[in-house]
């Protein structure tokens, strides 16, 4: 078990451009999140995937949110057009299909800064 | 639908003193609870769960939890504080394990004073 491992740990980027996180799994767990956090604050659903199939999206994801997750193992989540409010650290969790309690395992997280 | 009120955004100690962090939830269902800590520019790591076998549930790092559904509540608590346990403390609630259904508390900053 090596854990879910995100990339880049921090992204700067100026507002208007277009960024890509990735995440990979632990390997043998079917499900992935995405979560959003600002400072302060405690993580924000953003999607899941259960395998390849993306399941569930909150309202927070707007247009300019892709996530794919192409073979059912690593993620990618893009961001186009930036913008200052897009600023956060956003966490990649995964966890098997278990049934109840199964906990969330999460990564270190991409921290994004929108100059 | 579900919620979680963590009472306190706050807590300082003294080092070797009781730690109490509250919360407390809102289910329609038999819940799973959870205790996350985040220590700074890092992921979250699972301390604790309680997924209605026993309603003290022990965790790592010498933390503790009491399942309490009469009260709603499900307090993390620690004998005597460390150093290292200077951290952000989440409060997670699920029914079933998927989609939306991890509600996180909005968190309860730990201070450990020397």
């Known amino acids: 078990d090596t854990g879910v491992s995100q990339d880049p740990r921090h992204k700067i980027t100026k507002r208007g451009q277009n960024v890509t996180f990735r995440c990979d799994p632990i390997?043998?767990?079917?499900?992935l999140y995405w979560y959003r956090q600002t400072l302060g604050q405690g993580p924000e659903f953003l999607t899941y995937?259960?395998?390849?199939?993306?399941?569930?999206k909150s309202r927070l994801l707007s247009d300019r949110f892709s996530a794919e997750r192409p073979k059912g193992s690593f993620s990618t989540l893009e961001i186009q057009r930036t913008e200052q409010g897009d600023s956060a650290m956003y966490l990649c969790?995964?966890?098997?299909?278990?049934?109840?309690?199964?906990?969330?395992?999460f990564g270190n997280g991409t921290r994004l800064t929108v100059t | 639908a579900q919620s979680v009120t963590q009472l306190d955004s706050h807590v300082s100690v003294s080092e070797g003193t009781p730690v109490l962090l509250r919360c407390n939830y809102s289910s329609s269902y038999s819940p799973s609870l959870f205790w996350y800590v985040q220590h700074p520019n890092k992921g979250l790591q699972l301390l604790l769960k309680y997924t209605s076998a026993a309603t003290l549930v022990k965790g790592i790092n010498g933390f503790e939890a009491e399942f309490k559904k009469s009260e709603t509540s499900f307090h993390l608590t620690k004998p005597s504080a460390h150093m290292s346990d200077a951290a952000e403390y989440f409060c997670v609630v699920s029914t079933d394990n998927y989609g939306q259904n991890f509600v996180f508390g909005p968190g309860t900053r730990l201070s450990v004073l020397p």
């Open positions: 969790a995964s966890s098997p299909i278990l049934g109840a309690g199964s906990p969330l395992h």
């Open positions: 390997s043998e767990h079917n499900r």
């Open positions: 995937f259960q395998n390849e199939a993306q399941l569930e």
